[in-house]
């Protein structure tokens, strides 16, 4: 069973830092898959941050680009999110999400995130004026 589990968030004044960290275990490779990066405030839709695909490409919202950084480590399984001057709006529950096999394009657009079929639990990211 593979599970995806989600640590690194926290709180923080605006203009600080936090890299968030999913670790994917069981029957799954961080390499062969797209994986990306969703977030959701209250009462609030769930946007995509950022996500990666098989060839390493990678792809931001508009909101986040030359803040945020997406990358994963095969040697660990692990992908992680490196954000930046954190700012209040950038409050939320922050996700992880895995596709079930390769993929290639953009992993935030509808099409590509109806692939991501795998989704961790969810750590929160508070940032405070």
């Known amino acids: 069973q593979v599970q995806l589990v989600e640590s690194g968030g926290g709180s923080v004044q605006a203009g600080g830092s936090l890299r968030l960290s999913c670790v994917v275990s069981?029957?799954?490779?961080?390499?062969?898959?797209?994986m990306g990066w969703f977030r959701q405030a209250p009462g609030e839709k769930r946007e995509g941050v950022a996500g990666?695909?098989?060839?390493?490409?990678?792809m931001y919202a508009y909101s986040v680009k030359g803040r945020f950084t997406i990358s994963k480590d095969n040697a660990k399984n692990t992908l992680y999110l490196q954000m930046n001057s954190l700012q209040p709006e950038d409050t939320a529950m922050y996700y992880c999400?895995?596709?079930?096999?390769?993929?290639?394009?953009?992993?935030?657009?509808?099409?590509?995130?109806?692939?991501?079929?795998?989704w961790g639990q969810g750590t929160q990211v508070n940032v405070s004026a």
């Open positions: 990666i695909d098989v060839r390493g490409t990678t």
């Open positions: 999400a895995a596709s079930s096999s390769s993929c290639v394009g953009d992993v935030l657009s509808v099409a590509g995130s109806s692939l991501l079929r795998t």
């Open positions: 069981g029957y799954m490779s961080v390499e062969n898959v797209c």
